[in-house]
């Protein structure tokens, strides 16, 4: 049984930094695009940063181009998302997902209009960022 969950949210200060992780069961993520959401309230859930595979492009939004970085350790099955100078704005529940179709070498277009929630089948379940002084 495929199965996502993240962890590492929390409250931090604003300008502090979190790591988030996606532990992955049931399947290797080595063979998934990866991809970083979240949510705020009253919004639609939105694509962070993601990744098609291990040699493939990556994709930042704009909002978070330079402060966060999405990495994989392929040994412990493992997503993570460094997020640094983090921002009120920031504050949001955020979500990995992955897909099996669409992995691969992609190039970097391809993974910015793949990094949608329609790209992704399979959720974790969440985790709160709170950034608020």
């Known amino acids: 049984q495929l199965q996502l969950v993240e962890s590492g949210g929390g409250l931090v200060q604003p300008g502090g930094s979190l790591r988030l992780s996606c532990a992955a069961s049931?399947?290797?993520?080595?063979?998934?695009?990866i991809g970083w959401f979240r949510q705020a309230p009253g919004k639609e859930r939105e694509g962070v940063s993601c990744i098609s595979s291990s040699d493939g492009s990556t994709y930042y939004a704009d909002s978070v181009k330079g402060r966060f970085t999405i990495s994989r350790d392929n040994a412990k099955n493992t997503v993570y998302l460094q997020m640094n100078s983090l921002k009120p704005e920031d504050t949001a529940v955020y979500y990995c997902a992955a897909d099996e179709f669409w992995a691969g070498p992609r190039s970097a277009v391809v993974v910015q209009d793949m990094c949608v929630v329609g790209g992704f089948g399979s959720w974790g379940q969440g985790t709160q960022v709170t950034v608020s002084s």
């Open positions: 049931g399947f290797t993520l080595d063979y998934y695009a």
